[in-house]
């Protein structure tokens, strides 16, 4: 008589995993977190440093990969309210190619216990922080975000914090370590899993310089002839819903108002501004496609000599890369030499 032998499969019991995790922004000048706003510099901002504030709500959610079925869902979901002492200055000293540089570091301990199946796990930790509450189009949670596209597609609406674009930093979906996005956590590869995350700014830095050749400045001798600029303005900006997680893939938005425009200079009575000045904002960055090509259409209003009308009203489409890891900064230079005619115009540029 032949034995039959069954094989039966038992279901590996489930382990508490411990997920240390350690959120950071990247700076470039360290000084007291006790004084907000803090003066730093985020990586992918050129220029001097500015002022930003600390964030003060900080959203995190991870996400599980089923090693059978390979579907992703969410493991674990969380909102902390911040204050200023809870981002001390440190230096990175992570896996990201930045040792060394100077870095805000979320002092408390943030420590995720995980319900693993077996001893197999992977995962991934996204996080969004910012100076103001976020309104998102799901729920961050489980009941709202079913899928790893449900988290990738996710955005929040740019409407009630347009003042503070520059003040809210994510984990960008493409920014990778080993092929792999760089918030992931294996136990193929750790016996302990640890992930150390860098968050980077959302909005891109819009940089506006304007020069009125010396000749043409309004002087004593020529007062007829002369130029100068009285009135600048930004418009039509990114307002709707923006990606948390894919900054450069935003395609458009419901356009701020003429109320809500950025006016750079409104006759000003300032001398010095009425002839050359620099001034920076911070917008969702948004792409357009010309000729199978990706540009950022910054459109803008310029008057000179307190003119009426529409004065000129150009459209300069700037070259991005969509596929970028860090949101762009986008250069816009105006050197005037004669008044300026009420017309306008598209200019592409490519960079």
Known sequence: ????????????????????????????????????????????????????????????????????TKVWSVWHAEERTLKDADWQPKRYSGPLPTMEDSIYQYT????????????????????????????????????????????????????????????????PYNLTLNGDYYGSFNSNFQRVPYVNLLLYHIAAKVDIKWNVQEEKRINKEDRENAVRLTYMEARNLFNGNAYCFKPMRNVSGSALTTDESIAIIDNSEDEGRWWEGRYY????????????????????????????GTGYQPTLNLRVDTT????????????????????TETKTVDN
């Open 108 to 171: 408390e301990q943030i420590n995720l216990t995980l319900t693993a199946g077996g001893s197999k796990f992977y995962g991934r930790v996204y996080a969004v922080a910012s100076a103001e509450r976020l309104s998102f189009n799901k729920t961050w949670s489980s009941s709202g975000i079913a899928s790893l596209d449900d988290l990738l597609s996710l955005t929040f609406n740019t409407s009630e914090v347009q003042s503070s674009l520059q003040h809210i930093y994510s984990s």
């Open 324 to 343: 970028a890891k860090f949101v762009p900064w986008l250069r816009a230079n105006f050197n005037l030499t004669a008044p300026l005619e009420n017309k």
């Open 281 to 308: 904002f911070y917008t969702i960055p948004y792409t357009i496609t010309v000729g199978g090509k990706q540009y950022y259409p910054l459109q803008m209003t310029l008057k000179t000599n307190g003119s009426a």
């Open 1 to 68: 008589m032949a034995l039959a032998l069954a094989g039966c499969k038992v279901n590996e019991p489930e382990q508490k995993l411990g997920l240390p995790l350690s959120i950071c922004l990247p700076a470039n000048e360290v000084q007291s977190a006790r004084y907000a706003p803090a003066a730093r510099r985020a990586i992918g901002d050129p220029g001097e440093t500015e002022l930003f504030l600390f964030p003060y709500h900080l959203y995190i959610i991870v996400m599980k990969q089923d090693n059978t």
